[in-house]
């Protein structure tokens, strides 16, 4: 009896893998094609919007980080609307952003050089550097805003 049935040739156990068809040869090369073509699409749309679009800043611009250095006394902003801002330096791009407005009657505070701390002139109220209250009327610290650094320049959060 002949073996009719099994019309598979015999293949070497190291022979590399046939060939797909022609067709699917095609098939898959275009393929590789089209998703290359997306990858540096993708990668050069978002590398040039991101140059031309770049993301927008999101809160009040309180200046460039160099306008603030390590160790220098507090810097007051000028006031904007009915607020104003108390930035310092700690140093390792760490700053502290502080209302100036006392929270007892609501006058801008300055800095206080000689003492070393904000001062007051309506009822001379003192804050440190951390906005506490070290004497006079004040009932709260200076508030703490939060911040962020983007690119070289401080903002305010939104
Ligand atoms: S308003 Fe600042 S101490 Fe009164």
């Not at 797909?20 to 993708?42: C, I, W, Y």
């Not at 505070?109 to 440190?128: E, F, I, M, S, T």
Request: hydrophobic share 35%.
């Amino acid at each position: 009896m002949s073996n009719t049935e099994d019309q598979t040739p015999p293949v070497a156990p190291d022979a590399p893998a046939p060939l797909p068809p022609p067709e699917n040869r095609l098939r898959r090369q275009l393929m590789k094609g089209f998703v290359g073509t997306l990858v540096v699409g993708a990668v050069t749309y978002f590398g040039w919007t991101r140059y031309l679009f770049p993301p927008r800043p999101h809160g009040l611009r309180l200046g460039p980080i160099a306008d603030f250095a390590p160790g220098a006394p507090p810097t007051l902003l000028p006031p904007t609307g009915n607020a104003q801002y108390a930035v310092q330096s700690t140093g390792q791009g760490e700053f502290i952003v502080l209302s100036a407005v006392c929270t007892h009657q609501g006058c801008s505070v300055g800095w206080d050089a000689k003492a070393g701390n904000y001062l007051c002139p309506c009822h001379l109220g003192r804050y440190d550097t951390s906005g506490k209250v070290l004497s006079g009327p004040p009932p709260r610290p200076l508030p703490a805003l939060p911040h962020h650094v983007q690119g070289d320049t401080l903002y305010l959060n939104s």
